[in-house]
Protein backbone atom coordinates (compact mmCIF):
# COMPACT_ATOMS: atom_id res chain seq x y z
CA UNK A 1 0.00 0.00 0.00
CA UNK A 2 1.21 3.74 -0.86
CA UNK A 3 -0.40 6.72 0.98
CA UNK A 4 -0.21 10.30 -0.34
CA UNK A 5 -0.53 13.23 1.36
CA UNK A 6 -0.86 16.61 -0.04
CA UNK A 7 -0.16 20.48 0.99
CA UNK A 8 0.36 23.69 -0.68
CA UNK A 9 -3.33 24.39 -1.79
CA UNK A 10 -5.25 27.18 -0.74
CA UNK A 11 -6.60 30.51 -2.12
CA UNK A 12 -4.56 32.42 -4.39
CA UNK A 13 -5.19 35.88 -7.05
CA UNK A 14 -5.14 35.30 -10.57
CA UNK A 15 -2.18 36.22 -11.98
CA UNK A 16 -0.64 34.17 -8.83
CA UNK A 17 1.57 31.32 -8.48
CA UNK A 18 1.47 28.52 -5.86
CA UNK A 19 3.36 25.13 -4.96
CA UNK A 20 1.16 21.62 -4.00
CA UNK A 21 3.48 18.59 -2.27
CA UNK A 22 2.90 15.52 -2.37
CA UNK A 23 4.67 13.16 0.10
CA UNK A 24 4.12 9.08 -0.61
CA UNK A 25 4.47 6.48 2.52
CA UNK A 26 4.73 2.80 2.64
CA UNK A 27 5.62 0.82 0.06
CA UNK A 28 7.41 4.00 -2.11
CA UNK A 29 10.29 1.54 -3.49
CA UNK A 30 6.94 0.35 -5.40
CA UNK A 31 5.78 3.69 -6.96
CA UNK A 32 6.62 4.13 -10.34
CA UNK A 33 4.72 6.99 -11.91
CA UNK A 34 3.29 10.00 -9.61
CA UNK A 35 1.46 12.58 -10.60
CA UNK A 36 -1.37 15.39 -10.30
CA UNK A 37 -5.12 15.29 -10.99
CA UNK A 38 -8.21 18.20 -10.31
CA UNK A 39 -11.50 18.20 -9.99
CA UNK A 40 -13.55 21.23 -10.53
CA UNK A 41 -17.32 21.46 -8.94
CA UNK A 42 -19.53 19.73 -11.25
CA UNK A 43 -16.77 18.31 -13.47
CA UNK A 44 -14.74 15.12 -14.19
CA UNK A 45 -11.27 14.55 -12.73
CA UNK A 46 -8.83 15.07 -15.03
CA UNK A 47 -5.08 14.81 -15.72
CA UNK A 48 -2.62 17.70 -14.98
CA UNK A 49 0.71 16.32 -15.51
CA UNK A 50 2.45 12.92 -14.76
CA UNK A 51 6.18 12.19 -13.96
CA UNK A 52 7.27 8.78 -14.57
CA UNK A 53 10.66 7.15 -12.77
CA UNK A 54 12.84 8.78 -15.30
CA UNK A 55 11.02 12.26 -14.44
CA UNK A 56 9.28 11.62 -17.98
CA UNK A 57 6.81 14.22 -17.51
CA UNK A 58 3.38 14.59 -19.61
CA UNK A 59 1.10 17.46 -19.15
CA UNK A 60 -2.90 18.43 -20.79
CA UNK A 61 -2.69 20.11 -23.91
CA UNK A 62 -4.34 23.24 -21.90
CA UNK A 63 -1.78 23.73 -18.59
CA UNK A 64 1.43 23.33 -20.63
CA UNK A 65 3.85 26.20 -19.72
CA UNK A 66 2.07 27.25 -16.51
CA UNK A 67 1.94 24.17 -14.85
CA UNK A 68 5.76 22.55 -13.78
CA UNK A 69 5.61 18.80 -12.36
CA UNK A 70 8.93 17.74 -10.41
CA UNK A 71 9.50 14.63 -8.36
CA UNK A 72 12.52 14.15 -5.16
CA UNK A 73 12.95 10.85 -5.24
CA UNK A 74 15.32 10.41 -1.96
CA UNK A 75 12.13 12.17 -0.62
CA UNK A 76 9.27 10.70 -2.27
CA UNK A 77 7.79 13.25 -3.49
CA UNK A 78 6.03 15.21 -5.98
CA UNK A 79 5.44 18.81 -6.83
CA UNK A 80 3.33 20.85 -8.69
CA UNK A 81 4.32 24.40 -9.70
CA UNK A 82 1.50 26.52 -10.84
CA UNK A 83 2.22 29.93 -12.51
CA UNK A 84 -0.15 32.50 -14.29
CA UNK A 85 -3.10 30.94 -12.29
CA UNK A 86 -6.48 31.91 -13.41
CA UNK A 87 -9.71 31.33 -11.85
CA UNK A 88 -10.69 28.37 -13.66
CA UNK A 89 -7.92 26.76 -12.43
CA UNK A 90 -9.96 26.47 -8.96
CA UNK A 91 -10.42 22.51 -8.46
CA UNK A 92 -9.46 20.13 -5.98
CA UNK A 93 -5.91 18.89 -6.69
CA UNK A 94 -5.49 14.96 -6.07
CA UNK A 95 -2.13 13.54 -6.09
CA UNK A 96 -1.56 9.95 -7.67
CA UNK A 97 0.43 7.44 -8.05
CA UNK A 98 0.93 4.23 -9.74
CA UNK A 99 2.79 1.12 -8.73
CA UNK A 100 4.90 -1.95 -10.03
CA UNK A 101 1.32 -3.71 -10.09
CA UNK A 102 -0.63 -1.37 -11.77
CA UNK A 103 -2.54 -0.39 -8.44
CA UNK A 104 -3.03 3.55 -8.35
CA UNK A 105 -3.57 5.60 -4.91
CA UNK A 106 -5.01 9.05 -4.38
CA UNK A 107 -4.57 11.29 -2.02
CA UNK A 108 -7.38 13.19 0.01
CA UNK A 109 -6.74 16.10 -2.16
CA UNK A 110 -6.20 19.73 -1.67
CA UNK A 111 -8.41 22.45 -2.65
CA UNK A 112 -6.78 25.21 -4.59
CA UNK A 113 -9.61 28.54 -5.41
CA UNK A 114 -8.30 31.16 -7.61
CA UNK A 115 -9.91 34.66 -6.81
CA UNK A 116 -10.16 36.84 -9.79
Known amino acids: QVQLVESGGGLVQAGGSQRLSCGASGKIFSITTMGWYRQAPGSQRELVAT???????KYADSLKGRFTISRDHAKSAVYLQMNSLKPEDTAVYYCNAVDWGSNIYWGQGTQVTVSS
Open 51 to 57: ITERTTT
